[in-house]
Antibody
Framework: EVQLVESGGGLVQPGRSLRLSCAAS????????LYWVRQAPGKGLEWVSGISWNSGSIGYADSVKGRFTVSRDNAKNSLYLQMNSLRAEDTALYYC???????????WGQGTLVTVSS | QSALTQPASVSGSPGQSITISCTGT?????????VSWYQQHPGKAPKLMIY???KRPSGVSNRFSGSKSGNTASLTISGLQAEDEADYYC??????????FGGGTKLTVL
């Protein structure tokens, strides 16, 4: 059974940093691209970042480019999102998602909540 | 990167068909047959319903279908059922390893 478990969320002040993690199991981790998608409270989905199986292709939404860094450790079956210079508008539930045929998301975690507030 | 445009809400009665549109630009929906649709029930993670414009993942009902014309993709749900009531999001590849979602559509089954 595919499982994606996010962690690392919490309350953080504007301008500070936070690192999210996603622990994966139930599939061959290094065969698939992985993604971060976020959802602000009561709002829609927003794609944040994606990373290919070998970290050779990486993409970011304009809203986070230059502030967030995605990475993965295939030996640890883990995905990460380093978030710097956090803003109030980064407040959201952050989902980790497994790629399907590269550009789609077939499995999602339950999310980790990030709240940016003073 | 502006969000794809979806109607805020649509509604239909059980048994009817509804269509949700998703309008992008020539830089995303219009350039790639890489459009997907997700269903999200309240408090739950999204579920992939359609990929590559019109393909259904294993286990998704054939009542769900997708299409695309120019810069606009569409999701059609036929034989509407109460369990279809949810939020629906389109998503498209937008080049340079980026993806973009629509603003979401709330489907109400009357």
């Amino acid at each position: 059974e595919v499982q994606l478990v996010e962690s690392g969320g919490g309350l953080v002040q504007p301008g500070r940093s936070l690192r999210l993690s996603c622990a994966a199991s139930g599939f061959t981790f290094d065969d698939y691209a992985l993604y971060w998608v976020r959802q602000a409270p009561g709002k829609g989905l927003e794609w944040v970042s994606g990373i290919s199986w070998n970290s050779g292709s990486i993409g970011y939404a304009d809203s986070v480019k230059g502030r967030f860094t995605v990475s993965r450790d295939n030996a640890k079956n883990s995905l990460y999102l380093q978030m710097n210079s956090l803003r109030a508008e980064d407040t959201a539930l952050y989902y980790c998602a497994k790629g399907f045929n590269t550009y789609y998301f077939d499995y999602w975690g339950q999310g980790t909540l990030v709240t940016v507030s003073s | 990167q502006s969000a794809l445009t979806q109607p805020a809400s649509v509604s239909g009665s059980p048994g009817q068909s509804i269509t949700i549109s998703c309008t992008g630009t020539s830089s995303d929906v219009g350039s790639y047959n890489l459009v997907s649709w997700y269903q999200q029930h309240p408090g739950k993670a999204p579920k992939l319903m359609i990929y590559e414009v019109s393909k259904r993942p294993s286990g998704v009902s054939n009542r769900f279908s997708g299409s695309k014309s120019g810069n606009t993709a569409s999701l059609t749900i036929s034989g509407l059922q109460a369990e279809d009531e949810a939020d629906y999001y389109c998503c498209s590849y937008a080049g340079s390893n980026t993806l973009i979602f629509g603003g979401g559509t709330k489907l109400t089954v009357l």
